[in-house]
């Protein structure tokens, strides 16, 4: 007999409309495998059965009236670096364990009103800064289920783990320098990185917004469905735009004609060498992209990390930490931050708007670069992360100095479409010897995330990759 967590979340979603299963059952059925298998893998930092019970049963009165809202009956996590009205949000930080926000987040707003059921808040760093999910309020990483000694990285690990487990059908995410695409490469899962302005970050606003919510999922039906939602921009975002498409609907459609897609495998950093995982999974998407009639060319990878780009990074985080945390932290409770944390912070402190102005002239040459080289090019197809899921402490071994360094060598394919705003898609590719997930990466042309959602789902079509599962999943 088909468990529910088993079904997409579209099969779920047409199962609720047609009365087939009731939004109370499938919540209760989330909440139990929530109980029983989360103290093992660090999804979530909370759970919130009451309120979702009281929003399921709110879902079935208006499924029985004929309420038709995209979402409404589903249950889903929201990433706990987002605000979530009466929900304790905090963004993943010991000092700011009893925040409860007033109101939503704008997408957060948006996923609520489209009838999603709220079970809780997924697990991430504190304050999203590095791409393993470990912080003082919960008191246990994230990690993939497929090996729970390994990181499902982050910042949006909690909720890739939620997903791949079937503790969610979908999850909220957020994609910062790909921490949004590398947890769902750790997981055999599907990530969305819009384009800059397609999903609102409000409240906040910046001229420079590397980062942007992202849907993960099992299969790009299922993203494109959540995308379509959280795709309505705040009027006031700076960089707001809005498709004119359903995403549902255009991956329905193969894409038109044969695409010129470019390929690297390289890692960009000196002493660096790409992961032989990392490269059969680019070359096995590279195959498939051929045998469905695209034009796959292997070009040098446009542009390294050398020293100036290197340390714009790390100061564009220690810069952000510095701003951050004294707002949202009293001085009095800075002792109960994360020794990373404390490390930005102090960094962070240092810099001057010398400093921002020459780091952010460095990473804007860095894009332009990228977009330069794949001007002729429809899409790139690269690995998403430089091997599997690395264990539980990796990133720490060396100390706080090294971090940053120990990130950039296992996420360096990812930071680029961040910083151009492009939209980039990741996509899982087959499981190593370990049973360890390795995934590949599409990025688009800015603005292109209909077409670039299109070939996403012809390769899903295609059989890129196996419909596999953790062990968990069967309990």
Known sequence: MTEPHELSAAEQLRALRSGEISSLELTRHYLTR?????????????????????????????????????????????????????????????????????????????????????VGKTNVPEFGVTCFTENNVTGRPAVTPYDPSRYSSGSSGGAATAVAAG??????????????????????????????GLVSLAPVTS????????????????????????????????????PGQSFADTIRRSPSGGLRIAMWTETGMDGIDPHPEAVRAAERAANLLRELGHDVQEIPIPARYTEPVRRAIV?????????????????GRQDLLMPYTRYLLAAGRTRSGTDVELGQAALAQYASTFLDALAGFDVALTPTTNGPA???????????????????????????????????????????????????????????????LALAAQLERAGLWADAHPPCWHQ
């Open 34 to 118: 929530i109980g029983e298998l989360d103290g093992a893998l660090g999804a979530f930092v909370t759970v919130t059965p009451e309120l979702a019970i009281g929003e399921a049963a709110r879902a079935d009165r208006l499924l029985a009236r004929g309420d038709r809202s995209p979402l409404l009956g589903l249950p889903l996590g929201i990433k706990d670096l987002n605000a979530t009205a009466g929900i304790r949000t905090t963004s993943g930080s010991a000092a700011l364990d009893d925040h409860v926000p007033a109101q939503d987040a704008w997408t957060v707003g948006l996923l609520r009103r489209a009838g999603a059921v709220v």
């Open 315 to 331: 100061l564009w985080f220690e810069v952000r930490t510095a701003a951050m945390v004294p707002a949202l932290v009293p001085p």
């Open 167 to 196: 503790m969610l059908p979908v999850a909220h995410g957020s994609d910062g320098a790909g921490s949004g695409r590398t947890p769902a490469a750790t997981c055999h899962l599907v990530a969305v990185k819009p384009s800059r």
């Open 390 to 452: 690395v264990p539980i402490g990796h990133y720490l071994s060396d100390g706080v100095e090294q971090v940053p360094d120990r990130m950039l060598a296992w996420s360096c394919h990812t930071p680029w479409a961040n910083f151009t705003g492009a939209p980039a898609v990741a996509l899982p590719s087959h499981q190593d010897s370990g049973g360890l997930p390795v995934g590949v990466q599409l990025v688009g042309r800015p603005r292109h995330d209909g077409p670039l």
């Open 207 to 242: 001229f420079f917004s590397p980062g942007i919510e992202t849907p993960i999922a099992r299969t790009v039906p299922d993203a494109a469905l959540l995308l379509d939602v959280m795709a309505q921009p705040w009027p006031g975002d700076l960089h707001g735009w809005h």
